[in-house]
């Protein structure tokens, strides 16, 4: 006892258990064995230890040195089980991995370390069970420790116990609205939606308004108690697995419909978010993935944010702004009271016309999304796609150089017959055009076209055959044909090479001497002309299908653009990517 309390690092606390079991001693009616086991047990170092490590975890809010690297290591040990399991009979290592993995001493450890990172250990108190008539109202007592996040806004207590609050509008009660994921209330279990708010650590909130609620939380300290009346109907909160992909800019402070700002989750485009409930038709919840703030926030559902996109569209064009239209291939600027003349004739790879069936804009919000991991011997297709003239071309021949034996392009069919020196299967599938237009009505080519009378095109079989036998397929096909190739047969990587600016395209272009695409008949250099017709035809492309890029890669150096291409081909090769779900389905 003595060595004990001489020991000024030793918890206060143990230190005062210490003597009030000495003062109990001759009270209690216990053996000197208990009591020579419990002050054994409330010296020693272990315990000491455990209790260092509790005030550590408890006072994590204030000592920002610790962070979890994730928050949810089970989850990621029974996915990795998932991946190695069809591995194990035939891997000694995936096998010994399959049975660690296994061992219940392990996912214990994982379960606690889990604990630790989402903070799931503050005090939870249990229902107060009361003796009451079956005609009077059920109450329960629930005590909640609040959170030392700032708070802000007028109708939300999120921030500080994870649950909204509302008036009702039939009764003029305060109601919980909604119950964050991951928040206090969420983590406590006694909060549900529809539970009406009578007291506030103990003052009465009849009559009271939300922000006056708001107000007395603000002013409170440590834990706060609420009086609830239950809601009739309890639905636990289900937390799904579904991610997705956002295809906009989302900030929840510039949103005046949100219903509480302080609980809105901010994200870009391409953005991978964890949707954990879909249960408000409206509203859905949803953290970032990898975010380590566990606590979901709220983000508009795919049916509300259609319904924006469709209303900003069809005021566009009531109003007749003209700042979206998208300029055909061809056309000047939205500011020149002229299109330009007919572009040259050049073979497009695609039907001879642009039709609404392709062209049809689609209305992108969020997209399911997976985890596609690397397969070995089956490599995923690598797509070039952007307006013609931006240097599609020299990049796939570039990549194609650096490893012949790995990089591939299909071979195109025709119907015209073979020129000097042409060999058939080499350099082009010659076939005649009856049988070409019999394979084109059948739909076996993924794009098609027509150039001085003969027909040419990339058959999908080609593809197929290339990515079956362990190469990676290079495509820079027509833009229309995205629709065809974007498959989970295929499952290809599709990468945009935008174009810079004007200035920036025409500089790069003349200093290196880069040759018109544009006129098959003339070696000369681009007009300024073409550099428009570039840029409109991009602004196309990106309009209509920057939703199914995986990467952008701007050309404005080829040959820094091209280190690029490498990079994200060696990507692809060896990291898990995010692909559509019933890609991996």
């Given amino acids: 006892m003595t060595a004990v309390m001489a020991n000024g690092n030793w918890d206060p606390a143990l230190s005062r258990l210490l003597v009030s079991l000495e003062e109990a001693r001759q009270v209690l009616p ?34 920002e040195k610790f962070h979890p690297t994730v928050s949810n290591s089970m989850q990621i040990a029974l996915d990795v089980l998932d991946v190695i399991a069809p591995k194990a009979t035939s891997n000694e290592d995936c ?45 329960k007592i629930v005590q909640l420790v609040k959170s030392s996040e700032p708070l802000s806004g007028a109708q939300s207590v999120e921030p500080i116990v994870g649950a909204t609050i509302k008036t009702d509008e039939q009764t003029g009660k305060i109601v919980i609205a909604r119950i964050m994921h991951g928040g206090a209330a969420d983590r406590s279990g006694l909060i549900h939606v529809g539970d009406e708010v009578c007291e506030v650590n103990g003052i009465n909130v009849e009559g009271k308004t939300p922000n006056d609620v708001l107000k007395i939380l603000q002013a409170s300290e440590g834990t706060i108690t609420f009086k609830l009346v239950p809601a009739d109907s309890k639905s636990g909160l289900r937390e799904s697995k579904v991610r997705v992909r956002a295809h906009f800019d989302y900030t929840s402070s510039t949103d005046p419909y949100i219903p509480c ?14 949707i954990v409930s879909q249960d408000d038709a409206y509203w859905w919840q949803a953290r970032r993935e990898g975010d380590r703030n566990m606590r979901a926030g709220l983000i508009p559902s795919r049916a509300l944010q259609e319904r924006r996109i469709i209303h900003e569209r069809t005021q566009k064009e009531k109003s007749g702004d003209e ?25 497009i790879m695609y039907d001879t016309a ?33 307006p013609p003239g931006v240097g599609r071309n020299e990049l796939k021949r570039r990549l194609i150089a650096t490893d012949p034996d790995k990089y591939k392009t299909p071979i195109p069919y025709t119907s015209r017959p073979p020129k000097h020196g042409e060999v058939n299967g080499k350099d082009y599938f ?20 027509e150039y001085k009378g003969n027909l040419y095109g990339t058959s999908a079989e080609s593809v197929k055959s290339l990515v079956n036998a362990g190469y990676v397929c290079i495509l820079n096909p027509h833009y229309q044909a995205l629709k065809m190739l974007r498959t989970p047969q295929l499952k290809p990587y599709i990468i945009y090479i935008k174009p810079p600016t004007f200035d920036i395209l025409k500089e790069t272009r003349n200093a290196a001497y880069a040759r018109s695409t544009f006129d098959e008949t003339n070696s000369r250099g681009f007009t300024d002309e073409e550099f428009h017709e570039i840029l409109h035809s991009s602004e196309r492309i990106e309009f209509l299908y920057s939703h199914l890029f995986d990467e952008v890669i701007v050309n404005a150096d080829l ?21 559509p779900a019933s890609w991996v389905q």
């Fill in 95 to 139: 096998k010994n991995l399959f049975i660690l993995l296994q061992k219940p001493h392990i996912q214990g450890l994982l379960c606690a370390h889990d604990a630790v990172a989402q903070k799931d250990y503050f005090p939870r108190l249990p229902e107060i069970p009361l003796e009451v008539d079956e005609d009077e109202e059920t109450i």
């Fill in 559 to 579: 040959s820094v653009a091209f280190e690029q291409l490498v990079r994200v081909a060696s990507k692809v090769e060896t990291e898990p990517l995010w692909v």
């Fill in 30 to 63: 216990s053996s000197e064995e208990e009591f020579g086991f419990l002050s054994g047990l409330l010296q020693s170092k272990e315990l000491h230890a455990l209790v260092k490590v509790h005030n550590k975890i408890i006072n994590n809010g204030k000592d």
């Fill in 323 to 347: 700042s979206k239209i998208i300029i055909l291939p061809g056309c000047q600027s939205p500011k020149s009271p002229r299109c330009a003349s007919k572009p040259k004739t050049k073979k």
């Fill in 261 to 274: 700002k302080e609980a809105g989750l901010d994200f870009k485009k391409g953005d991978i978010l964890h």
């Fill in 354 to 386: 642009e039709n609404d069936d392709f062209d049809r804009e689609e209305i992108a919000t969020y997209e399911e999304v997976a985890k596609l991991y690397p397969r070995p011997g089956l490599q995923r297709p690598l797509v070039l796609i952007g």
């Fill in 430 to 449: 010659f076939v005649t055009r009856e049988k070409m237009e019999e394979d084109i009505e059948a739909s076996k080519f993924i794009e098609f076209g």
